[in-house]
Nanobody, 125 residues
């Protein structure tokens, strides 16, 4: 059973950089036909795809999925020794307040088959 757990600060000040980490257990992030993904849900809004990295370490470009403003402020990277992947979001504003989730996407079907429980991030001075 694959499990994902997000971690990071619950509160970030405007203009700072938000760093979140997803720790994966029950399966390696470096094997299989999977994509490891960050998604968020602002209050009262729908899910928003942020960044994805493949099991081969390739950043998924996802030009058609990422909003331009988010793509320029986000980066994703991984630490295979810790079986973790991380998201950085720069120059945060209160509009970045959301519940942030990490998830696994299965290649081919592109189904989201495992999710973390989510972590609330509030951007406020």
């Amino acid at each position: 059973q694959v499990q994902l757990q997000e971690s990071g600060p619950g509160l970030v000040k405007p203009s700072q950089t938000l760093s979140l980490t997803c720790t994966v257990s029950g399966g390696s992030i470096a094997t299989g036909y999977y994509y490891w993904t960050w998604i968020r849900q602002p209050p009262g809004k729908g899910l928003e795809w942020m960044r994805t990295i493949g099991a081969d370490g390739t950043n998924f470009d996802g030009t058609n999925f990422y909003s331009p403003s988010l793509k320029s402020r986000t980066s994703i990277f991984r630490d295979t020794s810790k079986n973790q992947f991380s998201l950085q979001l720069t120059s945060v504003t209160p509009e970045d307040t959301a519940v942030y989730y990490c998830a696994r996407v299965t290649g081919g079907t592109y189904s989201f088959d495992y999710w973390g429980q989510g972590t609330q991030v509030t951007v406020s001075s």
